[in-house]
């Protein structure tokens, strides 16, 4: 008989036993399981919002833009932008391109005297963003909202300020800021549509306004300028890759002196911290494996110290310390092999269950500069299942390694001499 | 003292039932040492476990000093055991992390009996059963034989008014167990406590003053000699 | 039960005994306790530590103790008003100082800082909160005085700012570099001034260091016209104790003295602050809870063990008339007592661990850089001793481990006698 079958025999000597250490792994596998989709969740729809909405797969701005963010630095720019656009349309594996100015400013009217209502101007270009913001589809339906007409100085405001400002479309609002020479500048625009996102940062107070229009306000037209050009690519395309090739093209050129081109990785200082969030959870995944483990250790302990007369039968019988050290092991990957299984199986069916809908956690993020909605959407995928029944496996087995070694240890006399 | 009338019991398990007392009546009297004999599988362990007040008769009664245990609440039945009876075990069933001693001691402070007293009467019962100076050792460190006669000590030192000895040579080799049954008349003589124990060998049979044989749950023969 | 009376110290003894004789698997178990309880003992020192270092910062540089505002303000907050003002602030502060109540007032703005290259590396634009403060007054509620890294505090009169340490390396700011103010009067006219910065600031609390833009009381009445009118009183309590209690006459007294103010404790002026505090340790008690419930399954398994291992020995122990209550209650004993050796490790190694945590603290810099993470700390977490959690641990081991028992331990007495002392 091998060591296979007997150990597989032995697990069912005792099932509640073997039921218990099972579930000690299958909680701790169920739980990483669905911490990790939910952290890949997380990652993937801060991805997916920040590239559809802030920074596009690649962003080209000037290359100190960045550094001095913080203020505004409307001079750092990047010029010829519908140049730079027909540029990088052409290349192979850019799918769309367009330009985009932010900004701040305050809102003042009669009513506010005294008071500092500060928005955030969002310039872009509706048609080059059909694709990705579509902001057509985010218009709140009730509201008789349109897209702003050409030329006009029509804009449209996120649901968020609509509220907090008590504004309707068709009302006027006048908006006072800087232009790119520091001067102050005011300007009176209506009101055409209401948007609302599902991303919390789009749903602040944001004034979305037509890309000429905010070229005007912060006086880039004459060299038609834009704060950034962001860059979709096609799928099939690596971020790295189209980057590379698109300073290639930016170094080429002397008009685009101080341009540069960065994937969205190499952007966002949050993209590294969730990053670095994910190996934390990763980490604290495997003490809740060490843990459970403790559970088997002390499982197989039991197995062992109840069949110590047993060992000592074997071992009288020829049987050498390692067989028996293979079966007790044996027994235990087994038990552990389960529960891992058990364990990803039910976090897999949970995590795919509450894909759709995520779980509500707007509370606990609340203050926290995060950018994502505080609906919490699992995604799970297979290198979570994998990677969490690797680990199950390999801690719980390891934790069952030492105990099962002692057995190998027992003397047949004494273990025939146990009166219990 | 005891009665044992047209006891019955059926063990169920899954599909099959077995009947292993197919009614016994059985009286025994203050002071008697008594052996229930027979075959393995005779009934002899079922019998003794339904007059030591472990297992219920399915049909029957058991009356002990004048009192039906059939209408005991199982908390009575257990202050009635730590008060009246003894047990002797086949496999001694010493605790094992209680030193020889200890296991002894045990049962006289279940009775709440004082340090003192204790202390006395455990050091003389495991004298007169021939282990003194092995007090302190746990029962591995002991033989099997030890072992018994730690268990029996154990039975005796309340002064119970019946021992119940279920096979207790039975694990034994030839000589030891002699030695135990002799311990056994012994106590019985010097204290009167009554024994009634179980066996299915010839020699240990030859003990008995009283020998009841068993066969396939009834009683075949009840001897006097 | 009537005569079956127990004696508890010989189970106790008994259950001593029998953890000894497993002592390897007592202490395993005992160690997944303790280090269940380790890890909420750290947490919890560490987010007490935030929460109390928070408290005090919010606290001594950012609230005061209470506040006093126009009613209509605090609901107007976002859009930094300077509409709804304290008319009377001279009769306030006379009441307030009548009753040994140190204040302040300040005139909280919305404005535009503007800079330019040279002497800054570069041209910019950045919307601040500032104040004008009165700092005689300002320093006896607020902890501003030695916090200064470089320069003064501005002179009354002059155009003179004090910014934060953090907001200061945003810029590329040093002493004597002017700012432009860009803001909007009370009755709404633009008005741009410079003012010279002549010190650099840094507190414990990051808020402080991110966005303070502090200048002359007197200098803001008049380039906001607001005559004489301030947005708030800040006050400070010098002995700390519940805010309420000491709040309550100092309302009455601004309900006297002007009426369409109100009085607000520091505990609504931080409420945004508190809320996160609360869901963040919502959310790492589920974590701790996690933990614990397989710390609780070791202990439930170990108990299933010790039962299943002992079948024969309840057995006997029933034959010879102990009665289910006292066997139970012996391995209930057993229980405990694994689960206060772990509570008691686990208080051992929460103590070491915490001894590092509240002396030294984990520095968090580059990890979160200036993120604000809601906490009004310095990215240094201490943690602070909580005594009564340390009492709790070694209670929740315990008790913990005790109820977890019953269960298996009630089980196990259903069995037949004659069944268990069948058993191998
Ligand atoms: N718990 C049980 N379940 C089923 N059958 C049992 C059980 N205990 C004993 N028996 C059966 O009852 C009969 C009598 O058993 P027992 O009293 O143990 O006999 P003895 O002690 O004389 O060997 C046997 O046939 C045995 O197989
Ligand atoms: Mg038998």
Known sequence: MNTYVVAWRNIGRNKRRTALSAVAITVAAFGMVLLFSIIAGLSFEMQDNFVRYITGDILIEHEEFEKYQDINPLHFYVPDQEELIKKMEALEGVAHAFPRINFGGQLYSQASIGEFKRVSIFGFDPVAESDTMNMTSHLVPETNSQMPAANSREVIISEGLAKREGLKVGDKINLATMTVRRAAFQITMKISGIAYFDFSQMNEGIVFIPFDLAQYIVDYSGFDGAMSVNVVKKTNVERGDLEKQINDVLKTESAYQGITARAFENVSTIYSFLKMAEYIYYFMGLLFFLLASTVIINTTMMVIFERTREIGTLSALGMKGKEIVRLFFTEALIIAIIGSLVGVVIGTAMAIWLEPTGFDFKEAMQGVDFQISGMMKPKWNPVIAIFVLAAGIVVSSFAAYFPAKRASRIKPIEAMRKDY | ?225 | MAKAKLRMGYLFSFAVKNLMRYKKRTLITASAIAYGLLMFLLIDGMLTGADKESERNLIWYETGSARIYNKEYWENRENVPVKYTIDNPDEIMKALDDRNIKAAPRITFGAEMIIYEDPYPESGNKFVRAVGVDLDKDSQVFQLQDKLDEGRFPKAGEFEVVIGSWLAKDLGAELGYPITVSTRSKNGFIQTFDVEIVGILTTPNPIVNKSTLMMPIDIVDEMLLMEGSVTEINMAFSEIGDIDKQLAPIQKLIADVSPSNEVLSWKILGADYLAIASAKREGTSSIIGLVFLIALIGISNTMLMSLFERRREIGTMRALGMTDFEVMISFLFEAGGIGLLGGILGVILGIGANFYMVNYGIDFTSLIGDMDIGYRIATVFKSIWVIPSYFLSVLMGFGLSVLIAILPTRKALKVSITECLRAE
């Open chain 2, 1 to 225: 003292m005891i009665q044992v009338k047209d006891v019955e019991r059926t063990y169920v398990a899954g599909d099959t039932k077995v009947h292993a007392l197919k009614g016994v009546s059985l009286s025994v009297k203050e002071g008697e040492f008594l052996s229930i004999a027979g075959p393995s599988g005779s009934g002899k362990t079922t019998l003794l476990n339904i007059i030591g007040c472990i297992d219920d008769a399915d049909k029957g009664d058991v009356i002990i000093d004048q009192v039906d245990v059939r209408s005991k609440k199982p908390d009575e039945l257990a202050v009635f055991r730590r008060e009246k009876l003894g047990f002797v075990f086949q496999t001694f069933n010493l605790i094992p992390v209680m030193s020889a001693y200890e296991n002894v001691e045990m049962v006289l402070k279940l009775l709440k009996i004082s340090d003192a007293e204790a202390r006395e009467r455990t050091m003389a019962i495991l004298k007169e059963v021939g282990l003194e100076g092995m007090e302190d050792r746990r029962p591995s460190r002991l033989s099997g034989g030890q072992q018994q006669r730690v268990a029996i000590a154990r039975a005796l030192v309340k002064n119970p008014t019946l021992v119940l000895a279920d096979e207790p040579t039975a694990n034994l080799d030839s000589v030891t167990g002699k030695a135990v049954l002799d311990i056994m008349k012994a106590m019985n003589k010097k204290y009167g406590t009554a024994f009634i124990f179980s066996t299915h060998d010839k020699m240990v049979m030859d003990f008995a003053e009283r020998l009841v044989m068993l066969h396939d749950g009834k009683i075949e023969s009840d001897k006097r000699r």
